[in-house]
């Protein structure tokens, strides 16, 4: 199978693994917003963040190294896993005594009650991640898929027994994630007999210390990252300000507001799974850097096509999955989205272009680069969140990562030369500016202007997406 093909079989078979996964969380907003209210709502999206932040740290960027050195035939299979297993064991046991204590830092005071939860949450997590990138280091990806559907289905029955059956809130939440992510490595292990590829006869301290060497880079990389998610909701918590509300509530509001903009974020997730899979193996081909340069192409056109589509339909969509009939400050939450679907788009393509360090092995890179979207988010969160609010957070975000983009898409090519457009680029930013203006701003047949500018894009945009398109088929 060629290169192109391969990429699209592998996006295809992710898709179908994460798709209805994605969608569910989406969904799931509407029992969210039935049965918890917006402040403990924002309670639940830090407790989610914060366990984004500590599982890079205590699992050495698991997902980062298993992958690369699982997929490079050079390392044993089972050296690999082993060494792995034994770097996460060590992560969790250092999670349960650690986070306990976390609570008594001021801003991180929303953990407390929930500390052992977030501890369980953080291990089980890992545990999943584990088994289910070595799965598809493996390249056993309809497997990888099929877990995806599974996990699917139990977050949704478990979901339903502790929020809407139990009546148990933030834990009911947490609850319904820690027993998904367990049963779905379980099944992993079995299913694919990972017991044959552990021993501790097997752990290797020479590629323990590749693996570090690897993504140690990586993990204030992946923390960055994190810190950049988390310090919007920690600003809009703790601030005061005259001019505008702030608190838990707000903070609540604006994780919904993230709902809609997941749908960018679960496009760029399920393609990259297959595109850094596919980074890491064309790495020495011979027209690696036109196989960048299509794919990339490709991949910009659809994100800004899938961007204006979803800002054109944020509030339909928003009063569909919302519900305000128990707290009505949700049904604000659409006036946020906008901007940060354009901040999905450029965190995609941040995580393409972060590829090319990883697959190239220049992952100090990757360090530099986050460091620019992690220093200007904290800034601009600090002076704009007391001036306009939750706006305030939605724009940093944005500007954080369009300047993570710049920097990656000047530096990431002096690794991987390919074409890159930049007033297409350019135009597509505007157009979308636009559109999230005219949602915000709701002058007369709003609507209409949206359509009309989702259009532009759309044919803006369609040509270079179809000519990889047709690649694929033609081969």
Same mark, same amino acid.
């Given at each position: 199978?060629?290169?192109?093909?391969?990429?699209?079989?592998?996006?295809?078979?992710? $898709?179908?693994?994460?798709?209805?996964?994605?969608?569910?969380?989406?969904?799931?907003?509407?029992?969210?917003?039935?049965?918890?209210?917006?402040?403990?709502?924002?309670? *639940?999206?830090?407790?989610?963040?914060?366990?984004?932040?500590?599982?890079?740290?205590?699992?050495?960027?698991?997902? &980062?190294?298993?992958?690369?050195?699982?997929?490079?035939?050079?390392?044993?299979?089972?050296?690999?896993?082993?060494?792995?297993?034994?770097?996460?064991?060590?992560?969790?046991?250092?999670?349960?005594?650690?986070? !306990?204590?976390?609570?008594?830092?001021?801003?991180?005071? /929303?953990?407390?009650?929930?500390?052992?939860?977030? $501890?369980?949450?953080?291990?089980?997590?890992?545990?999943?991640?584990?088994?289910?990138? /070595?799965?598809?280091?493996?390249?056993?990806?309809?497997?990888?898929?099929?877990?995806?559907?599974?996990?699917? /289905?139990?977050? @949704?029955?478990?979901?339903?027994?502790?929020?809407?059956?139990?009546?148990?809130?933030? *834990?009911?939440?947490?609850?319904?994630?820690?027993?998904?992510?367990?049963?779905?490595?379980?099944? @992993?292990?079995?299913?694919?007999?990972?017991?044959?590829?552990?021993?501790?006869?097997?752990?290797?301290?020479?590629? $323990?210390?590749?693996?570090?060497?690897?993504?140690?880079?990586?993990?204030?990389?992946?923390?960055?990252?994190?810190?950049?998610? @988390?310090?919007?909701?920690?600003?809009?918590?703790?601030?005061?300000?005259?001019?505008? &509300?702030?608190? *838990?509530?707000?903070?609540?509001?604006?994780?919904?507001?993230?709902?809609?903009?997941?749908?960018?974020?679960?496009?760029?997730?399920?393609?990259?799974?297959?595109?850094?899979? +596919?980074?890491?193996? &064309?790495?020495?081909?011979?027209?690696?850097?036109?196989? =960048?340069?299509?794919?990339?192409?490709?991949?910009?056109?659809?994100?800004?096509?899938? $961007?204006?589509?979803?800002?054109?339909?944020?509030? !339909?969509?928003?009063?569909?999955?919302?519900?305000?009939?128990?707290?009505?400050? =949700?049904?604000?939450? =659409?006036?946020?989205?906008?901007?940060?679907?354009?901040?999905?788009?450029?965190?995609?393509?941040?995580?393409?272009?972060?590829?090319?360090? +990883?697959?190239?092995?220049?992952?100090?890179?990757?360090?530099?680069?986050?460091?620019?979207?992690?220093?200007?988010?904290?800034?601009?969160?600090?002076?704009?969140?007391?001036?306009?609010?939750?706006?305030?957070?939605?724009?940093?975000?944005?500007?954080?990562? =369009?300047?993570?983009?710049?920097?990656?898409?000047?530096?990431?090519?002096?690794?991987? !030369? /390919?074409?890159? &457009?930049?007033?297409?680029?350019?135009?597509?930013?505007?157009?979308?500016?636009?559109?999230?203006?005219?949602?915000?701003?709701?002058?007369?047949?709003?609507?209409?202007? @949206?359509?009309?500018?989702?259009?532009?894009?759309?044919?803006?945009?369609?040509?270079?997406?179809?000519?990889?398109?047709?690649?694929?088929?033609?081969?």
């Amino acid at each position: 199978m060629n290169k192109y093909k391969k990429l699209a079989s592998n996006t295809l078979i992710f $898709a179908i693994g994460n798709f209805g996964s994605k969608i569910l969380v989406i969904f799931l907003t509407t029992l969210y917003t039935n049965f918890i209210s917006p402040e403990d709502m924002g309670t *639940k999206e830090n407790l989610d963040t914060m366990a984004l932040f500590l599982q890079p740290i205590f699992t050495l960027a698991l997902q &980062e190294y298993l992958i690369r050195f699982g997929l490079d035939n050079s390392y044993d299979k089972k050296q690999v896993f082993s060494t792995s297993a034994c770097l996460t064991f060590a992560g969790m046991i250092a999670v349960i005594l650690i986070v !306990p204590g976390l609570r008594f830092i001021s801003f991180l005071d /929303f953990i407390t009650g929930y500390s052992l939860m977030l $501890a369980i949450y953080t291990c089980t997590s890992a545990l999943r991640m584990l088994c289910a990138q /070595f799965v598809r280091s493996r390249d056993m990806v309809k497997l990888y898929a099929v877990d995806g559907i599974i996990a699917t /289905f139990t977050l @949704l029955i478990f979901s339903f027994i502790f929020i809407a059956g139990f009546k148990m809130g933030v *834990k009911g939440a947490l609850l319904s994630v820690i027993c998904s992510d367990l049963l779905s490595a379980v099944f @992993l292990y079995y299913a694919a007999s990972l017991s044959s590829f552990f021993g501790i006869r097997h752990f290797s301290i020479k590629l $323990a210390g590749k693996m570090m060497k690897f993504a140690l880079p990586l993990i204030p990389t992946i923390v960055m990252w994190t810190i950049t998610s @988390l310090s919007d909701r920690i600003f809009l918590t703790y601030m005061h300000s005259d001019k505008v &509300e702030l608190g *838990k509530s707000a903070t609540g509001i604006y994780g919904v507001a993230n709902k809609i903009p997941n749908l960018i974020s679960m496009v760029s997730t399920i393609f990259f799974q297959a595109w850094n899979m +596919s980074a890491i193996n &064309e790495n020495k081909s011979a027209d690696r850097n036109k196989f =960048y340069e299509r794919v990339y192409s490709a991949y910009e056109s659809m994100l800004f096509i899938a $961007a204006a589509g979803l800002i054109m339909i944020s509030k !339909p969509v928003t009063d569909f999955i919302v519900s305000d009939k128990n707290y009505g400050g =949700y049904s604000i939450a =659409y006036i946020y989205t906008p901007v940060l679907i354009m901040a999905a788009v450029f965190t995609a393509l941040n995580q393409f272009l972060g590829g090319i360090y +990883s697959a190239t092995k220049h992952t100090q890179n990757s360090f530099w680069t986050s460091l620019v979207a992690c220093v200007a988010n904290l800034i601009l969160n600090y002076v704009m969140i007391p001036v306009i609010g939750i706006h305030g957070a939605a724009i940093a975000t944005l500007m954080s990562y =369009y300047l993570c983009f710049w920097a990656r898409i000047i530096d990431a090519r002096y690794y991987v !030369p /390919f074409k890159f &457009e930049a007033l297409r680029s350019f135009v597509n930013t505007g157009l979308l500016i636009v559109m999230s203006i005219i949602v915000i701003k709701a002058p007369p047949v709003w609507g209409l202007w @949206l359509v009309v500018i989702f259009a532009a894009v759309t044919v803006y945009n369609f040509k270079p997406m179809m000519a990889t398109v047709k690649k694929v088929l033609n081969r």
